[in-house]
């Protein structure tokens, strides 16, 4: 567990996306048939594929959250959060470039909260770099 | 170096057991929950936006903004009432879900099946707009879409509304 005692960067950094991967699964896994509109309306998935996702993916955010946090199995969490991210930013920005205006359900299921899809993909680059730091630090610098 | 090599391996040993252990976590406690979602089947009929498979019944804004603006279309309402009485797109007519019945004709009688229908509710889930638009299809009209969040976007963008002062209380 050498990785997880790195810099106190490292260690706030994976504290804080872990959190937040847990508070953003929260309400999905509370709203199943609520998230799963949400992934439907995202036409991106097959139809068949959109109940499994809607089930699936707020289990695996808590369990890439807790992982982070309790710092456990971090190079295989940090390899699924960033494919992850890179998935999410990639979904957003496909349907902001092709016009559809959809919530983000990135947090919430709720339909009361507006989206701004700009902000969104901003929210997500900044995960996303949060991410590539803890991914870099284990994998690809020097001393790791 | 080998010691690099391992750390990759291990990674993506725990990636795959990290989905594993996700998806065995979530299909148990999707089957322990009363409201479980069907796994395997097509769950998509409860949002019921796509009909046939590769007809979409989605419409963006700025071609429901299109439609309007052309008068190309007619626009209805499917929230309640209520909901319509404080305030709707200009022009469109009210076809709430609880009494479809009685203003279904009122409201359809004058409308060619041909004619462009843009249907919306409030909310991005909102469902009474896609099954508003499904049974219009059914019912046949052919050309109706859904402007999904319809009333929230409409007023984020500044579009003709009509509110009715009376019944702001």
Same mark, same amino acid.
């Given at each position: 567990?050498?990785?997880?005692?790195?810099?106190?960067?490292?260690?706030?950094?994976?504290?804080?996306?872990?959190?937040? %991967?847990? %508070?953003?699964?929260?309400?999905?896994?509370?709203? *199943?048939?609520?998230?799963?509109?949400?992934?439907?309306?995202?036409?991106?998935? *097959?139809?068949?594929?959109?109940?499994?996702?809607?089930?699936?993916?707020?289990?695996?955010?808590?369990?890439?959250?807790?992982?982070?946090?309790?710092?456990?199995?971090? *190079?295989?969490?940090?390899?699924?959060?960033?494919?992850?991210?890179?998935?999410?930013?990639?979904?957003?920005?496909?349907?902001?470039?092709?016009?559809?205006?959809?919530?983000?359900?990135? %947090?919430?299921?709720?339909?009361?909260?507006?989206?701004?899809?700009?902000?969104?993909?901003?929210?997500?680059?900044?995960?996303?770099?949060?991410?590539?730091?803890? %991914?870099?630090?284990?994998?690809?610098?020097?001393?790791? | 170096?080998?010691?690099?090599?391992?750390?990759?391996?291990?990674?993506?040993?725990?990636?795959?057991?990290?989905?594993?252990?996700?998806?065995?976590?979530?299909? +148990?406690?999707?089957?322990?929950?009363?409201?479980?979602?069907?796994?395997?089947?097509?769950?998509?009929?409860?949002?019921?936006? /796509?009909?046939?498979?590769?007809? &979409?019944?989605?419409?963006?804004?700025?071609?429901?903004?299109?439609?309007?603006?052309?008068?190309?279309?007619?626009?209805?309402? /499917?929230?309640?009432?209520?909901?319509?009485?404080?305030?709707?797109?200009?022009? /469109?007519?009210?076809?709430?879900?609880? &009494?479809?019945?009685?203003?279904?004709?009122?409201?359809?009688?004058? +409308?060619?099946?041909?004619?462009? +229908?843009?249907?919306?509710?409030? $909310?991005?889930?909102?469902?009474? $707009?896609?099954?508003?638009?499904?049974?219009?299809?059914?019912? $046949?009209?052919?050309?109706?879409?859904?402007?999904? &969040?319809?009333?929230?976007?409409?007023?984020?963008?500044?579009?003709?509304?009509?509110?009715?002062?009376?019944?702001?209380?």
């Amino acid at each position: 567990m050498e990785i997880v005692l790195k810099t106190p960067l490292f260690f706030w950094g994976r504290l804080v996306l872990g959190l937040i %991967f847990i %508070f953003a699964a929260f309400e999905k896994i509370l709203n *199943p048939a609520d998230f799963a509109g949400l992934v439907f309306n995202y036409q991106i998935l *097959p139809d068949r594929l959109i109940n499994f996702t809607a089930v699936f993916l707020p289990w695996m955010e808590v369990l890439l959250g807790v992982l982070l946090v309790f710092g456990l199995w971090i *190079p295989g969490a940090v390899i699924l959060v960033n494919l992850l991210l890179l998935i999410f930013l990639s979904a957003l920005m496909f349907n902001a470039a092709r016009g559809l205006d959809i919530q983000c359900g990135c %947090f919430s299921t709720g339909g009361a909260m507006t989206s701004h899809v700009t902000l969104s993909i901003l929210r997500d680059v900044g995960l996303m770099v949060l991410a590539l730091y803890l %991914f870099y630090n284990i994998f690809l610098s020097e001393t790791s | 170096m080998r010691c690099k090599g391992n750390k990759w391996l291990a990674g993506l040993l725990q990636a795959v057991g990290i989905l594993f252990i996700s998806a065995l976590l979530s299909l +148990i406690v999707n089957g322990l929950r009363p409201d479980r979602l069907p796994i395997l089947a097509d769950g998509t009929s409860r949002f019921r936006l /796509a009909t046939d498979p590769g007809k &979409n019944l989605m419409v963006s804004l700025d071609e429901a903004k299109k439609h309007y603006f052309d008068r190309s279309a007619v626009f209805l309402d /499917a929230r309640s009432p209520e909901d319509y009485e404080q305030g709707h797109i200009k022009g /469109a007519f009210n076809l709430p879900q609880e &009494n479809m019945e009685e203003k279904f004709s009122e409201v359809m009688e004058n +409308i060619p099946p041909e004619r462009s +229908i843009v249907v919306y509710c409030d $909310g991005e889930n909102c469902r009474s $707009g896609s099954d508003l638009a499904v049974f219009l299809l059914e019912f $046949g009209f052919t050309h109706v879409k859904v402007l999904v &969040n319809g009333w929230s976007v409409w007023q984020e963008n500044h579009l003709p509304v009509e509110r009715n002062p009376r019944d702001i209380s």
